[in-house]
């Protein structure tokens, strides 16, 4: 592969991340992003109906724009890498949902606090990608072969998660963690809201600060699994770019709402470990058999809805 060809123009990335800006900001300054609250059911579900509605009408944009500058062809491929990338960026941020569950669990974070953290913490997951794709996307266009890295690194990966999906990460031995209470002062008692207060004219972060550094690092690690997993599907920037941004939009508002019912979803773990081996595989092959998108995207909606359906049917035996 000589290249990355993407059909997006300058003023279309422009128009995306405007797109991006305006949707956080109405999400963090008028809806009540800044008011200190627990997030009901359902508020939570109509926010995870607002950015799935609008990854869904962004695709179809997207089609229609394309339907009518390069042919009907090239739109279908494309909307259906968008829809298959978002997919799978959407299944694999349930992951995320454990592990903020256990480090909000862990550090006692009351409810009406969580929310502050999340904000912080999407607008830094945000940047974060928005880094990592755009280096991806370089090393991927000057080094083809780097692709078949990526497949290696997600089949062990996924074998991993499957072999580890029941086991609880002892979070006192995070070395994050540890280095921060080292090398920060740390304040003994919680303070609400804030991550910083002064206390005898020194400066303080508190608990919740440490919250936010660990929700930071682990968004960083899911990134590192998702990201290549979207350049088995397709190579183009534009996409990786927007496909990943609509599904971390989308993750607060997720967590909220799997927050209650996440251990019904026990089994979900052993799905996502599926679906990275599946796609790790499929950029291994690549040279051989050419997996069609349409064929992935079945597969992957095959074992994230057969997984969930698992669970379900055995929490409710337990029970």
């Keep these: 592969m000589s290249g990355i060809e993407s059909f997006a123009t300058g003023p279309m990335w422009a128009a995306f991340i405007a797109l991006v800006l305006v949707m956080l900001a109405l999400d963090m300054f008028v809806f009540g992003g800044q008011k200190a609250h627990k997030v009901s059911v359902r508020e939570a579900a109509?926010?995870?109906?607002?950015?799935?509605?609008l990854a869904l009408a962004f695709n179809v944009g997207l089609w229609w724009y394309?339907?009518?500058?390069?042919?009907?062809?090239?739109?279908?491929?494309?909307?259906?890498?968008?829809?298959?990338?978002?997919?799978?960026?959407?299944?694999?941020?349930?992951?995320?949902?454990?592990?903020?569950?256990?480090?909000?669990?862990?550090?006692?974070?009351?409810?009406?606090?969580?929310r502050r953290v999340l904000v912080y913490g999407v607008l830094g997951a945000i940047f974060l990608r928005a880094i990592m794709i755009l280096?991806?996307?370089?090393?991927?266009?000057?080094?083809?072969?780097?692709?078949?890295?990526?497949?290696?690194?997600?089949?062990?990966?996924?074998?991993?998660?499957?072999?580890?999906?029941?086991?609880?990460?002892?979070?006192?031995?995070?070395?994050?963690?540890?280095?921060?209470?080292?090398?920060?002062?740390?304040?003994?008692?919680?303070?609400?809201?804030?991550f910083t207060v002064m206390k005898d004219g020194v400066r303080y972060f508190t608990p919740l600060f440490l919250v936010l550094i660990l929700?930071?690092?682990?968004?960083?690690?899911?990134?590192?699994?998702?990201?290549?997993?979207?350049?088995?599907?397709?190579?183009?920037?534009?996409?990786?770019?927007?496909?990943?941004?609509f599904a971390i939009m989308g993750l607060r508002a997720l967590y909220f709402l799997l927050a209650d019912v996440a251990a019904r979803f026990h089994l979900l773990k052993y799905g996502l470990a599926v679906v990275l081996t599946f796609i790790g595989s499929k950029m291994l092959v690549a040279p051989w058999y050419h997996v069609p998108v349409a064929a992935s995207l079945a597969i992957v909606v095959v074992l994230i809805g057969g997984s969930m359906v698992a669970s379900l049917v055995a929490t409710r035996k337990r029970e």
Excluded: C
């Design 135 to 194: 280096a991806g996307a370089w090393v991927v266009q000057e080094f083809s072969w780097v692709l078949y890295l990526f497949g290696v690194f997600l089949v062990i990966t996924g074998l991993r998660m499957l072999v580890a999906a029941e086991k609880e990460p002892d979070l006192n031995k995070n070395p994050v963690l540890k280095f921060a209470r080292k090398h920060l002062r740390i304040s003994e008692e919680d303070h609400g809201e804030k």
């Design 46 to 53: 109509i926010w995870t109906l607002v950015w799935v509605s």
């Design 215 to 245: 929700i930071e690092v682990s968004d960083l690690v899911f990134a590192v699994d998702s990201i290549p997993a979207i350049f088995a599907i397709t190579t183009d920037p534009f996409i990786v770019f927007t496909s990943n941004i």
């Design 66 to 114: 394309l339907n009518g500058t390069d042919g009907q062809e090239i739109a279908d491929r494309k909307a259906l890498e968008f829809l298959t990338g978002y997919l799978i960026e959407k299944s694999l941020s349930v992951d995320n949902v454990f592990v903020f569950l256990l480090i909000f669990s862990s550090f006692h974070v009351p409810a009406e606090y969580q």
